[in-house]
T-cell receptor, first 114, second 111 residues
Framework: ELKVEQNPLFLSMQEGKNYTIYCNYS?????LYWYRQDPGKSLESLFV?????AVKQEGRLMASLDTKARLSTLHITAAVHDLSATYFC??????????????FGAGTTVTVRA | GAGVSQSPRYKVAKRGQDVALRCDPI?????LFWYQQALGQGPEFLTY????????KSGLPSDRFFAERPEGSVSTLKIQRTQQEDSAVYLC?????????FGPGTRLTVT
C-alpha cells in the first residue's frame, strides 16, 4: 500500500521567515504534485514535478523532488499572510500506469502570523 | 476556459436517502476521477473513468456507491442508502494527461 506522509501537519509561520514542508512516499514514483487548498475551496495545482532533481519555483514557493530518497520539499521564502492555507502533496499510484490516480498526504495546515 | 463544475455544491441527506452528485469535466478531457475528502483529511481516490469506461473502482467504499459516465463526458456519483460516515466533500477531477484539474466539490452531510 502506497503511503504518503507529510510533516509537519500544522505549521505556524511568522511573516518574513522561511519554512519547509516535507513529503515522503513509500514507493517508486517519478511524478509528484503539490496542491493548495483554502478553507471550503477545492484544490489548486501549485507544482507538478516529473523527474528526479526537478525544481520548480513560483513566487515565494519552491518545490523539489528527490526520487531516490522518495522525498519532496516545499520551501516557503519570507512568508506572507496570503500563503495561509492547507498544502497537500500527492503521488501517482501506480506510477508506471496510465491510470494517474493520486494518493494524497494528510496535508499541512499553514497559518502565517504577523 | 471553463473549469470542472460540480453540482450541487451542498447536499444534506437524511440517513437512508439516495443521493446523486454530478460532475461536468473540462471539455475534451478523457480522464475523470472521483475523490472523497473527509474533514481534515487529504482526498482519497474512489473511481476513475477513461471516456465512458470505468477502469478502476477500487476506492469505492461499499456497493452503495456507484458511478457512471455514459457518454464519456458528464459523470454522476450515486450513493444509495446514505450513512453518516458518507459525510464528506466529494471532489471530481478531469485530465487530458497526467495533470488533474479539480472541481469545487460537493459537500455531503448525512443527518
Amino acid at each position: 500500500e502506497l503511503k504518503v506522509e507529510q510533516n509537519p501537519l500544522f505549521l505556524s509561520m511568522q511573516e518574513g521567515k522561511n519554512y519547509t514542508i516535507y513529503c515522503n512516499y513509500s514507493t517508486t514514483s517519478d511524478r509528484l504534485y503539490w496542491y493548495r487548498q483554502d478553507p471550503g475551496k477545492s484544490l489548486e495545482s501549485l507544482f507538478v514535478l516529473l523527474s528526479n532533481g526537478a525544481v520548480k519555483q513560483e513566487g515565494r514557493l519552491m518545490a523539489s523532488l528527490d526520487t531516490k530518497a522518495r522525498l519532496s520539499t516545499l520551501h516557503i521564502t519570507a512568508a506572507v499572510h496570503d500563503l495561509s492555507a492547507t498544502y497537500f502533496c500527492a503521488v501517482d499510484i501506480p506510477p508506471w500506469s496510465n491510470d494517474y490516480k493520486l494518493s494524497f498526504g494528510a496535508g499541512t495546515t499553514v497559518t502565517v502570523r504577523a | 476556459g471553463a473549469g470542472v463544475s460540480q453540482s450541487p455544491r451542498y447536499k444534506v441527506a437524511k440517513r437512508g436517502q439516495d443521493v446523486a452528485l454530478r460532475c461536468d469535466p473540462i471539455s475534451g478531457h478523457v480522464s475523470l476521477f472521483w475523490y472523497q475528502q473527509a474533514l481534515g483529511q487529504g482526498p482519497e481516490f474512489l473511481t476513475y473513468f477513461q471516456n465512458e469506461a470505468q477502469l478502476d473502482k477500487s476506492g469505492l467504499p461499499s456497493d452503495r456507491f456507484f458511478a457512471e459516465r455514459p457518454e464519456g463526458s458528464v459523470s454522476t456519483l450515486k450513493i444509495q442508502r446514505t450513512q453518516q460516515e458518507d459525510s464528506a466533500v466529494y471532489l471530481c477531477a478531469s485530465s487530458s494527461d497526467y495533470e488533474q484539474y479539480f472541481g469545487p466539490g460537493t459537500r455531503l452531510t448525512v443527518t
